[in-house]
């Protein structure tokens, strides 16, 4: 529709940062990652995320009324929904065929199943925001702090997946990636030096009661709840991890 020089120059002509919540929204329907962008300089995310509109709207509608454009979007009837969710299903093994999806004995497999079930759990949890704040004016910082996060974990899974199918290997932005190589460290650390293993298992049990008193505290804001609960889960499944790898080495 228009060029890279065109698309710069209209973005800082029209771009205003009253209208960036409506430009995120805009975005959100055509499932664009600009959408959960964050930055400190707040003209320059509005120009950035009209900059990306631009692929989808003309000058003369973005600088129409972009509110209109946001509610016939969330009004439009799910028989012209441009959404996935109107398509056929399409199961995994139709998706990522080159990967070995019934052979769970290889742990590289084991690993994409995990992102996939993830990949469907971040986007139930974006469906769900979408239907509670469905017809609100503006989001809370909550809100989008946990649409960011969830969009990006949710980008990660299809990258992850996409890169796995393709060559057989994972990028490495996932957290379940991360923690594959994670094991190995800790498999090693627990044969090598079972004192330092435990010390580091005790400091993980910690921090899950920390953050539990957290989210059971009146006193914890909003906000801060939602990042415990991120933090809790983290170190719940590296607790769950530490545990396997102590299983698996006293049955050898």
Not at 41 to 53: G, I, K, M, P
Not at 60 to 67: D, G, I, S, V
Request: glycine letters at 2%; aromatic letters at 8%; a positive charge.
């Amino acid at each position: 529709m228009y060029t890279f020089r065109q698309k710069t120059e209209i973005s800082r002509r029209i771009a205003k940062t009253e209208d960036i919540d409506l430009y995120r929204k805009m975005l959100k329907p055509h499932r664009a990652s600009a959408a959960g962008r964050i930055m400190q300089d707040r003209q320059a995310l509005a120009e950035s995320l009209v900059y990306n509109l631009l692929d989808f709207y003309t000058e003369e509608q973005l600088t129409a009324t972009p509110a209109v454009l946001v509610t016939s979007q969330m009004r439009r009837p799910k028989s012209e929904d441009p959404s996935p969710a109107v398509k056929k299903k399409v199961s995994k093994f139709e998706e990522y065929p080159r990967i070995r999806w019934k052979d769970l004995d290889d742990p590289l497999v084991r690993t994409a199943d995990s992102i996939f079930t993830d990949r469907i759990n971040c986007w139930g949890r974006l469906a769900e925001i979408e239907r509670g704040t469905e017809g609100a004016s503006t989001l809370s910082a909550e809100t989008l702090s946990e649409i960011v996060f969830t969009s990006i974990r949710m980008e990660q899974c299809f990258a992850e997946l996409r890169n796995f199918n393709n060559t057989g290997k994972f990028l490495g932005q996932h957290t379940f990636v991360t923690q594959s190589d994670e094991r190995s460290r800790v498999k090693a650390l627990l044969r090598e030096d079972p004192d330092r293993y435990f010390d580091e298992r005790k400091n993980i049990e910690l921090n899950i009661t920390r953050y539990s008193s957290q989210l059971n505290s009146k006193k914890t804001s909003k906000e801060q709840k939602v990042r415990a609960q991120e933090n809790l889960e983290k170190y719940q499944a590296r607790l769950q991890m530490y545990k396997d790898i102590f299983k698996e080495c006293i049955q050898i």
